[in-house]
């Protein structure tokens, strides 16, 4: 697994340098938009049934205020509009940094 090395806020984005020396920048509304937590995509019962999550919104003006490493496998981000709940996998930040803006 791809591990991030560096992690700092450039402009209105997120840089992340990763340990095989490739570079993602994400933009705070992408990483805003992209949160895994239940409080965004709601949670599935063991019917299939989904409960909650937000509906796609613009967040455009919400910055990353802090972070902080969970484990050796993901970052909990704060953003400006009180949200910290969502657990972002080095996978999934790989990911966000790839797609074109």
């Not at 209105?12 to 095989?20: F, H, M, P």
């Not at 919104?57 to 990353?64: I, K, L, Q, S, T």
């Not at 802090?66 to 009180?82: L, M, P, Q």
């Amino acid at each position: 697994m791809v591990a991030p090395q560096e992690i700092q806020i450039i402009g209105t984005e997120v840089a992340i340098r990763w340990d095989d020396g490739k570079e993602s920048f994400i933009t705070f509304a992408a990483l805003r938009a992209a949160s895994p937590s239940a409080e965004v995509k709601g949670e599935r019962d063991i019917f299939g049934t989904q409960y909650g999550g937000e509906a796609p919104r613009d967040y455009v003006g919400v910055e990353v205020k802090d972070w902080e490493r969970v484990g050796n496998y993901a970052i909990r981000f704060d953003f400006s509009d009180g949200h910290r709940t969502g657990l972002y996998t080095y996978e999934l930040l790989r990911s966000l940094g790839e797609q074109p803006k």
